[in-house]
């Protein structure tokens, strides 16, 4: 299905009535009308990584149960009220959806990724809320028109070739006071040093660097930001990332040394990721 059939279709579930609710799932009920074109839609767009999404019988069992990691963060989501939030590196928008509960007064995602834009537009076409979603890339937020009070940045840090300058454009980006959630892979160390793999980590090819927390404080610190506190740590396991039959491809059991699930396929620590809130 091209671009457009998948847009114009999408824009035709806009008319339908249907109701939203927040659970583990992003979960919305609709007159079931169009539930046909609904599956024939949501099997189109795969891979759907983040979520996930139930529409009314359908249940889209996303590769990651990101429920988990919003848990982490939620005890900190008091800081969105009334507030401007950015979510940078957003994907299909499950997190933005499930901000909504925490009453900011405006969402908006950042993420270069057509196909993901499109799972958005799929789910806001029945959900129906004032989210906005951008076709730009964390570069593109010091010249955006709007600052921000929060920013979200969950697992894009580790992809970029210059950590510290994303670090800076996300500061840039922030009012004077502003809060930033990151999170990233890291590697046990008492040493400011970071990880750099030859070709791949965890077989997945684009990541630059994982950084100790002691490194990943630094760049933070380089890049401005006057205070970086550290709010969880916790290893990624079979529960939180798996292989389902909505991404038709491999996943984390396929990416560990199988006689040794400590270890990655490459003989690198196996992926663990620590949560921080940076302040401006």
């Known amino acids: 299905m091209?671009?457009?059939?998948?847009?114009?279709?999408?824009?035709s579930l806009e008319k339908l009535s249907c109701k939203f609710k927040l659970t583990q799932s992003v979960e919305i009920t609709t007159d079931k009308s169009q539930t046909n074109l609904i599956k024939e839609l949501a099997i189109a767009l795969k891979p759907w990584r983040k979520g996930p999404f139930k529409i009314d019988d359908l249940f889209i069992d996303t590769e990651w149960q990101s429920f988990i990691k919003f848990d982490i963060l939620k005890p900190f989501m008091c800081n969105i009220k009334d507030k401007i939030v950015a979510d940078v590196g957003c994907n299909n928008g499950y997190y933005m959806f499930k901000m909504l509960k925490?009453?900011?007064k405006q969402i908006i995602g950042f993420d270069p990724s057509l196909k993901y834009h499109l799972q958005f537009k799929l789910i806001n076409?029945?959900?129906?809320?004032?989210i906005k979603f951008e076709l730009l890339g964390v570069e593109d937020l010091p010249n955006y028109a709007v600052k921000f009070d929060v920013i979200f940045c969950l697992g894009v840090i580790y992809h970029r070739s210059d950590p510290i300058k994303m670090l800076k454009d996300l500061k840039k980006a922030l009012k004077?006071?502003?809060i930033v959630f990151l999170d990233t892979m890291y590697i046990e160390s008492d040493e400011e040093i970071a990880l750099v793999p030859q070709n791949t980590y965890s077989k997945i090819p684009n990541i630059y660097f994982v950084p100790s927390i002691k490194a990943l404080k630094n760049w933070c610190l380089r890049a401005g930001f006057k205070n970086f506190e550290v709010l969880a740590t916790k290893k990624t396991d079979k529960e939180e990332q798996r292989k389902t039959a909505w991404?038709?491809?491999y996943s984390l059991e396929n990416f560990l040394d199988p006689e040794n699930e400590n270890l990655t396929c490459e003989g690198y620590e196996a992926p663990k990721r620590v949560y921080v809130r940076l302040r401006a």
Do not use: H, R, Y
């Open 176 to 178: 004077l006071g502003g």
């Open 125 to 130: 076409a029945l959900a129906k809320t004032n």
């Open 2 to 11: 091209d671009i457009q059939t998948l847009e114009t279709k999408i824009a």
């Open 247 to 249: 991404i038709d491809s």
């Open 102 to 104: 925490f009453s900011p």
